[in-house]
């Protein structure tokens, strides 16, 4: 079945007695028994792990709203079972400590999501786990950097900022050859328009916050997992004591409603405004692998379904102030982190800290998301602050 036509069915299969649409909001920390026999039967229930039962004892694990929206993204995704996070990160650092010991060595994406990439540096490093950042290109050659004590395989496709697309069949394939587990962050294209697990990946981490969710009105984030991966997750992610909160997963599940709508027309929408920015004299590039001049194309192509809202553009050689001019003022587009929201947002690239393989040596780095706006209004908008740029020296 369609993936747009499972989108509103899926994660609703845990309703309380009365029979409406959505899973109301469970808010509870104390789950109550009739007995002590119940109790005891309830804790077995809840041991099995039984995705069709569950069976909470206590608010943090396998309450309703935890559950649906676990259920919808594992479908979404195409993996196995899904867990929940307070945020993408917290996703991405639960994930890596649930697949690392002391003694280990990660290979992490130079191209991934920065404050990931710190913790992992910073943090992990503390626990004696060492992080070595690979080039995103590196494809099937990343086996010559596999190591004895190689226990994970980071990645991000495509990558934050730069927008490579990593060739994750042969990636994956150099890892699982030498036993290595293969976790990608899949939040641009989510598993609307990757599979990331057909293509080799073991878990995927997703933040909730940005499409799914949609209306940067939260935080959640989930890490999906196929049926190998799943228990060490699972114990982790208990261990840690990580959950989200039930109004924040009831939101981020109405945001996964509509992710079928939203998706195609960001895609369409990021097309016609990139295509118009090739055209602009003062862009020297545009990073968006749907484009046929991105040197990911042909690996998008083969791999992805479709593209969403997030690109970049390379000015070409301007001053800060003059990248400000652009900026500032625009109508619509708001100057702030984030994305993945129905609002259209724009940011100077900070790329200076988190690229140690790849580094970037082109011109002003500017990261837009487009909105669900009318294209030409928004066209319109970053025409009026390329004007403003010639005005400043
Ligand atoms: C935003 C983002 C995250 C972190 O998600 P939060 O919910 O904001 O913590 C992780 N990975 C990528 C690629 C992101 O863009």
């Known amino acids: 079945?369609?993936?747009?036509?499972?989108?509103?069915?899926?994660?609703?299969?845990?309703?309380?007695?009365?029979?409406?649409?959505?899973?109301?909001?469970?808010?509870?920390?104390?789950?109550?028994?009739?007995?002590?026999?119940?109790?005891?039967?309830?804790?077995?229930?809840?041991?099995?792990?039984?995705?069709?039962?569950?069976?909470?004892?206590?608010?943090?694990?396998?309450?309703?709203?935890?559950?649906?929206?676990?259920?919808?993204?594992?479908?979404?995704?195409?993996?196995?079972?899904?867990?929940?996070?307070?945020?993408?990160?917290?996703?991405?650092?639960?994930?890596?400590?649930?697949?690392?010991?002391?003694?280990?060595?990660?290979?992490?994406?130079?191209?991934?999501?920065?404050?990931?990439?710190?913790?992992?540096?910073?943090?992990?490093?503390?626990?004696?786990?060492?992080?070595?950042?690979?080039?995103?290109?590196?494809?099937?050659?990343?086996?010559?950097?596999?190591?004895?004590?190689?226990?994970?395989?980071?990645?991000?496709?495509?990558?934050?900022?730069?927008?490579?697309?990593?060739?994750?069949?042969?990636?994956?394939?150099?890892?699982?050859?030498?036993?290595?587990?293969?976790?990608?962050?899949?939040?641009?294209?989510?598993?609307?328009?990757?599979?990331?697990?057909?293509?080799?990946?073991?878990?995927?981490?997703?933040?909730?916050?940005?499409?799914?969710?949609?209306?940067?009105?939260?935080?959640?984030?989930?890490?999906?997992?196929?049926?190998?991966?799943?228990?060490?997750?699972r114990e982790t992610t208990l261990d840690l004591g990580q959950t989200a909160g039930p109004d924040d997963l009831f939101n981020a599940l109405r945001g996964l409603r509509t992710l079928g709508v939203r998706l195609p027309r960001h895609y369409e929408t990021a097309m016609k405004v990139t295509t118009w920015l090739q055209s602009r004299p003062e862009v020297a590039r545009v990073l968006y692998p749907a484009l046929e001049s991105d040197p990911g194309h042909a690996l998008w192509k083969r791999d992805f379904t479709g593209a969403t809202g997030l690109f970049s553009i390379e000015l070409k050689p301007c001053s800060d102030a003059q990248v400000a001019a652009l900026v500032d003022h625009l109508s619509l587009f708001r100057l702030g982190y984030s994305w993945g929201g129905y609002e259209s947002l724009i940011m100077p690239s900070q790329l200076a800290n988190i690229r140690s393989v790849r580094k970037w040596t082109g011109g002003p780095l500017v990261r837009i998301h487009v909105g669900l706006e009318e294209p030409q209004d928004l066209m319109d908008d970053l025409a009026e602050g390329f004007e403003r740029m010639k005005g400043v020296g």
């Not at 036509?5 to 845990?14: E, N, Q, S, V």
């Not at 808010?27 to 041991?47: C, G, K, N």
């Not at 999501?113 to 710190?118: D, E, F, I, K, T």
């Not at 981490?205 to 799943?230: C, F, M, R």
């Open 1 to 233: 079945m369609n993936k747009k036509t499972r989108l509103p069915h899926t994660g609703l299969d845990h309703l309380s007695r009365p029979t409406i649409v959505n899973p109301p909001v469970h808010r509870a920390s104390t789950v109550l028994f009739d007995s002590v026999a119940h109790m005891h039967a309830v804790q077995a229930q809840w041991e099995k792990d039984d995705p069709q039962q569950p069976s909470p004892t206590y608010g943090i694990t396998d309450m309703p709203n935890q559950v649906a929206l676990q259920n919808a993204l594992a479908e979404l995704e195409g993996g196995y079972r899904a867990q929940v996070f307070p945020s993408g990160l917290a996703a991405v650092v639960g994930a890596l400590l649930a697949f690392t010991r002391a003694g280990d060595h990660v290979l992490y994406t130079d191209s991934a999501y920065g404050p990931g990439r710190r913790s992992a540096l910073r943090t992990l490093q503390r626990f004696g786990v060492e992080i070595e950042a690979y080039d995103p290109l590196i494809g099937g050659d990343i086996g010559k950097l596999i190591r004895p004590n190689t226990t994970v395989v980071y990645c991000e496709s495509p990558g934050s900022y730069t927008f490579e697309i990593q060739d994750l069949p042969a990636i994956s394939e150099a890892a699982h050859a030498h036993g290595a587990t293969v976790l990608i962050d899949n939040a641009w294209a989510t598993g609307f328009y990757f599979n990331a697990f057909a293509h080799g990946a073991d878990v995927v981490i997703q933040p909730v916050t940005k499409y799914i969710a949609a209306h940067s009105d939260l935080l959640v984030g989930a890490v999906i997992t196929n049926e190998k991966a799943w228990p060490r997750l």
